[in-house]
């Protein structure tokens, strides 16, 4: 059954989703750390929900997949990241989130930012999958400033069905300015009375190697590091990131649709800590980072709110970023998300997302998640990142070849005294542990922990 744009409600809300790039779990300081302020990003929380057992996977392309299709990786077969000037690309038989918001409720769709899905053939970038305007980068990392990756300039200004410019003229422009001066730009075309919803895609380039930022930024965040450069550069990306989110929520209460627009901020992986990448990213307390399946590796920031959002402050209810497609759809249509699956549209399995707006808008008390699969393979086969399964309050984890060793411990970020800071997440002790941890503990064997007595993986239940 094929439901038109003709059954949504009469006011299917403006959405505006945010994804920012390698933001560790403490990054915020609405999970507790005071080392860098995010009073907007915080103010998201604040006005709707924080969800504190929100996955991720554990490295970007997988993870916007993921978002993208609402499929699991076991069914996208993306558990890495595509290189730059790839031929690989996401498959071109999924409808992504555009796709469904223009097939049932005649969404305006628009994109800014980080693609990284493929870039090889029209079909693959932005505007060949449901993106009416799109300004941005299709790869994975570049120059914040020259845009330039493998010799190569890599920045777009693109309009379906098939104009392609390349945008020369933000040469030497820091990156977010100019994403976030598109996403007002884009937003300042709807009113109250637009015919056409909105859905805009920001994906920030913001806080990814390689570290830059104006100084401007940079040097309020001198004496907050311990003398740490990597970090102070991070605390001084996470400012200009704040600052654009708090720039896009401006733009939508200039544009007199803030009240009826539903905003989602995420983060698309744990953030690389302790020096992993060249980089300092925070997770603290959880264990891991970025390419692990830790948790610091996939639980990750997660913020909502909206019209029609009933669930209010920190809920530690399951949800994985497979999650926002059926979701979305949900919530933007009133109706069942599968109403829009068309006939040819590849079969949704086990595993892929779940339609969790029941229990956002408080039809239901519980998200229909009791279970996450972080990641898993076939016997015999290369573990990747490794294989991990949460099922209630359980964890098991095996730990794979990619698997940073720096990582594997509870590391706080260089400057932040973590005897005296109070985070959001209690790992079941009055003073979170900091280290590193055992490197080959379930490398060789599945470990076994309790992620909500004790989300900080101190103790193997295995032992």
């Keep these: 059954f094929f439901t038109t744009a003709t059954s949504q409600r009469k006011s299917a809300p403006h959405i505006v989703l945010i994804v920012s790039d390698d933001l560790g779990f403490n990054d915020v300081s609405f999970h507790g750390s005071q080392q860098v302020q995010t009073p907007n990003i915080d103010a998201i929380a604040e006005a709707g ?30 558990y890495m990241p595509f290189s730059q000037a790839t031929s690989l690309r996401l498959n071109l038989s999924y409808s992504l989130i555009p796709q469904y918001l223009q097939r049932c409720c005649n969404y305006s769709t628009h994109m800014v930012g980080k693609w990284h899905l493929g870039q090889n053939v029209m079909g693959a970038i932005p505007i060949g999958r449901g993106f009416e305007t799109y300004l941005g980068y299709w790869s994975g990392a570049e120059d914040y ?48 009375t637009s015919e056409r919803p909105l859905f805009l895609y920001l994906a920030y380039q913001n806080i990814h190697w390689p570290l830059e930022a104006p100084d401007s930024y940079v040097n309020r965040f001198e004496n907050v590091t311990g003398g740490n450069e990597q970090r102070k550069m991070i605390c001084g990306m996470i400012a200009v990131l704040d600052e654009g989110v708090g720039n896009v929520t401006n733009a939508l209460k200039n544009a007199n649709i803030f009240e009826n627009t539903f905003i989602i901020f995420s983060s698309d992986n744990g953030g690389p800590t302790h020096g992993n990448e060249g980089t300092q990213s925070n997770n603290f307390p959880l264990r891991g980072g970025k390419n692990t399946i830790w ?50 549209e590849p079969e949704y399995q086990y595993g892929d997302g779940m339609d969790v707006w029941p229990y956002l808008s408080g039809a239901q008390p519980r998200s229909p998640r009791d ?4 990641e898993t393979h076939p016997a015999g086969q290369e573990l990747v990142h490794g294989n991990a399964l949460v099922i209630g309050d359980m964890k098991i984890i095996h730990t794979g070849q990619t698997n940073p060793p720096e990582e594997n411990g509870n590391f706080p970020p260089p400057g932040q005294d973590y005897n005296t800071t109070m985070y959001s997440l209690s790992c079941g002790v009055s003073i979170p542990k900091a280290g590193p941890a055992d490197k080959t503990e379930c490398s060789q064997a599945f470990c076994l922990f309790n992620i909500t007595a004790d989300p900080c993986e101190y103790h193997n239940l295995a032992k």
């Design 145 to 192: 400033y020259k845009h330039d990756t493998k010799n190569a300039y890599d920045y777009n200004d693109d309009v379906q069905p098939g104009k392609l410019h390349v945008a020369t003229e933000y040469n030497n422009v820091y990156s977010a300015f100019t994403f976030t001066q598109r996403a007002t730009e884009v937003i300042g075309q709807f009113s109250p």
């Design 49 to 78: 929900a924080t969800l504190m057992h929100y996955h991720a996977q554990p490295v970007c392309s997988p993870t916007r997949a993921s978002i993208m299709s609402g499929r699991h990786v076991i069914h996208t077969g993306i």
């Design 371 to 374: 279970w996450l699969l972080y």
């Design 295 to 344: 948790e610091g590796g996939t639980r990750i920031v997660g913020a909502v709110s909206g019209p029609g959002l009933a669930v209010r402050g920190k809920t530690f209810e399951k949800i994985h970023v497979t999650d926002w497609l059926p979701t979305i759809v949900s919530m933007a249509s009133g109706n069942n998300w599968t109403n829009y699956i068309t006939a040819d």
